[in-house]
């Protein structure tokens, strides 16, 4: 019978001892896949909003300029439950913006 190979990554990677980092990954794409439902479809927010890390529950978003960071703290609420239901456990327990540099 067929496995998904998925199933096991998690496992591997947590032997090997890189299971936070695997973990951290996998959020921050998650994020990008929710981010065009959070912000209404609107894909010209990929340009300026990007997962940065995800560490020690805190999900950092790198953002262009102060007016995508204060867009990202204004849908926080939602980005947490999403990111929170996506992972299927509260994963995330806050969100922070910072500017690119």
């Not at 894909?43 to 300029?65: R, T």
């Amino acid at each position: 019978m067929f496995e998904p190979f998925q199933q096991y990554i998690g496992k591997a990677a947590k032997s090997y001892g890189v299971g936070r980092e695997v973990e951290a990954a996998k959020i921050c794409g998650d994020f990008r896949k929710i981010l065009p439902e959070v912000f209404s479809g609107k894909e010209i927010a990929q340009k300026y909003i990007e997962p940065a890390y995800f560490k020690d529950s805190v999900l950092v978003i790198d953002v262009e300029n102060p007016g995508w960071a204060q867009e990202v703290i204004t849908r926080k609420t939602k980005i947490i439950e999403e990111m929170n239901r996506k992972a299927g456990r509260e994963i995330i327990k806050n969100l922070r913006t910072r500017i690119k540099q």
